[in-house]
C-alpha cells in the first residue's frame, strides 16, 4: 500500500496510508457533525477532499473558473514584519497589488487594536489617505476589538479575569459590559475619521477573542457604522469557531452568544450589517491535516450555505486547515484552499 506525503496540524512532515487518510477525514467530519450539529460531507465531498490530500505536487490549485478573491487583516505591514525590509505601509500595499496580485489590503497599525488606535487615529487617517492615492484596489484599515485591552491597570475597566476567580460574579459580567461600550465608541470612532478620508472598508479582525462580550463589541459597532455610513464595508473576522462564554448572558437580536458556531455566527454579523463574515475553525495541532481539513469543510460549507453575505474563511495560521507554526508550508495551504473553494463554495480567502 503506498504512503502519500502529508502534515501535522502543528506543521511537521509525515507519510499516511490510504486507509489512514481516510480515517482520518471521516473523523474530522464526525467531530464537526458531533460539536457543531451541522449536516455532514457526502460521500462524494469527501473523496474530493482525499483526491486534493493526496494530489501529486507540492502547490496545487482550483480548478480553472472557481477562482476567488482575497481579504487580508493584521495590516499591509506583513513585508515589513516579516522580512525585516523597513517599507511605508503605502509602498507596501503598491506591493500587495502589483507584485503579489491581491485584491485588497488592510492598513493597520503595529499596535493592532482600536483602543491604541484611537490615540493616533488621525495620523493613521493619513497613512490610509496616502495609500488610497498610490492604489486601486479596495483598501480597509483593520483592528482588534480586543476587549482585554480596557481592563485596569492600562484600561479603565476592572478585569473580568480575576474577579471571575475571587467569586465576584455580578461585577465581572458587569465590567465586561462597560468594556463593550468603551470597545465600540473606540471602534465607531477611528471608522469615522476613515471614512472621512474615503476608506473602502474597516475589518474587525479576530473578533470574539475575549469572549461573547467581544463578539458583541463587534456586532454593536458593525450596526452603528453602517447606520452612520452606509457606503463603509465592514469585514467582521472571528477569532475562533466557537464563542466562549465568558460572560454568558449576553445577547445579540434575541441570540445569545455563547457557544455559537460558525453557521450561526454568520447570521447575526449578517444582521448587523457586515459586508463580509470572516469565518475561522481552530487547527488541532496533535491531529493531521486530512482530520483537520474534513473538520474544517463541514463547518465551513455549513456557514456558506447559512449566508446571505460572502464568506471569507481565514486561512490564517492555525486556522481553517492552516498549520500552527510561523511560516505556513505552501503545500498544505494550497490543498487547504482548494478544499475550501471547489467543497465549501466559499467567496473569498
Known amino acids: 500500500m503506498g504512503e502519500y506525503y502529508t502534515r501535522m496540524g502543528d506543521g511537521s ?3 499516511m496510508t490510504s486507509d489512514e487518510i481516510w480515517a482520518d477525514i471521516r473523523a474530522g467530519v464526525e467531530d464537526a457533525v458531533r460539536r457543531g ?11 474530493h477532499i482525499y483526491d486534493i490530500v493526496t494530489m501529486p505536487g507540492n502547490i496545487v490549485g482550483v480548478e480553472p ?3 476567488v478573491v482575497s481579504t487580508s487583516d493584521s495590516g499591509a505591514d506583513k513585508v515589513g514584519a516579516k522580512c525585516g525590509i523597513p517599507i511605508d505601509r503605502a509602498v507596501q500595499a503598491m506591493v500587495h497589488e502589483r507584485v503579489l496580485g491581491c485584491d485588497s489590503v488592510d492598513i493597520g497599525f503595529r499596535d493592532y487594536n482600536y483602543k491604541t488606535v484611537k490615540g493616533v487615529a488621525e495620523h493613521e487617517a493619513h497613512a490610509v489617505k496616502n495609500t488610497l492615492q498610490r492604489t486601486v484596489m479596495p483598501i480597509f484599515y483593520g483592528a482588534m476589538p480586543n476587549l482585554g485591552f480596557y481592563t485596569k491597570p ?5 478585569n ?3 474577579l471571575l476567580p475571587q467569586g465576584k460574579i455580578a461585577e465581572a459580567l458587569a465590567a465586561q459590559e462597560e468594556a463593550v461600550e468603551h470597545s465600540v465608541r473606540d471602534i465607531v470612532y477611528v471608522a469615522e475619521l476613515m471614512n472621512n478620508v474615503g476608506c473602502d472598508g474597516i475589518n474587525l479582525d479576530t473578533s470574539g477573542a475575549a469572549g461573547d462580550a467581544d463578539f458583541l463589541a463587534a456586532l454593536t459597532a458593525t450596526e452603528t457604522i453602517k447606520s452612520r455610513f452606509p457606503d463603509l464595508a465592514v469585514e467582521i473576522g472571528m477569532a475562533g469557531e466557537f464563542v466562549l462564554g465568558m460572560h454568558g448572558k449576553l445577547t445579540y437580536d434575541n441570540t445569545r452568544l455563547a457557544g455559537l458556531y460558525p453557521h450561526k455566527q454568520v447570521g447575526l454579523a ?4 457586515a459586508s463580509l463574515f470572516g469565518a475561522v475553525v481552530n487547527t488541532n495541532c496533535n491531529k493531521t491535516f486530512a482530520w483537520n481539513i474534513g473538520r474544517v469543510c463541514t463547518f465551513i460549507k455549513a456557514c456558506a450555505e447559512a449566508a446571505n453575505i460572502p464568506v471569507h474563511a481565514n486561512v490564517g495560521m492555525g486556522v481553517c486547515g492552516i498549520p500552527m507554526c510561523e511560516m505556513v508550508p505552501s503545500d498544505v495551504v494550497s490543498r487547504a484552499d482548494k478544499c475550501l473553494v471547489e467543497i465549501c463554495k466559499i467567496d473569498g480567502l
Open 37 to 47: 450539529r451541522v449536516e455532514p460531507l457526502s460521500e462524494a465531498e469527501m473523496r
Open 160 to 162: 473580568w479575569s480575576t
Open 270 to 273: 449578517e444582521k448587523a450589517g
Open 13 to 15: 512532515a509525515l507519510t
Open 154 to 158: 492600562d484600561g479603565p475597566v476592572d
Open 65 to 67: 473558473g472557481m477562482e
